[in-house]
């Protein structure tokens, strides 16, 4: 009775562990001045200098990320950092990290 127990206990342990990506739609989420931005469309580019680009778009707003690399992590933006972080509203207005706001960016997988 034992080994059946921890048999179905394995067996259930091994069919639940899954290494399938999920779909994350979208994949570009957050707040930008107080106001929740959803991406309905997303990029990311890995440039020959191992910096990163992504970008994502509403339709009518555009936010686009450069960060110096491709790893896993937090990035900082703001005055001096390499990092940049670029908004562009409805109105077509632009925004920059490191002349007009700052922020943080989190890459978990």
């Known amino acids: 009775m034992k080994k059946l127990f921890t048999l179905i206990a394995l067996l259930t342990l091994v069919c639940s562990c899954s290494d399938e990506i999920q779909t994350n739609s979208p994949s570009i989420q957050g707040e930008v001045n107080g106001l929740y931005f959803r991406a309905v469309s997303s990029s990311?580019?890995?440039?020959?200098?191992?910096?990163?680009?992504?970008?994502?778009?509403?339709?009518?707003?555009?936010?686009?990320?450069?960060?110096?690399?491709?790893?896993?992590g937090d990035y900082d933006f703001g005055y001096g950092d390499t990092n940049e972080a670029i908004f562009t509203n409805v109105e077509g207005k632009v925004y920059r990290t490191g002349e007009t706001g700052e922020g943080r960016l989190t890459i978990s997988k």
Not at 52 to 64: D, R
């Open 44 to 72: 990311a580019t890995i440039n020959e200098d191992k910096t990163v680009t992504i970008e994502g778009s509403t339709g009518s707003q555009e936010l686009v990320f450069n960060i110096s690399d491709d790893a896993v």
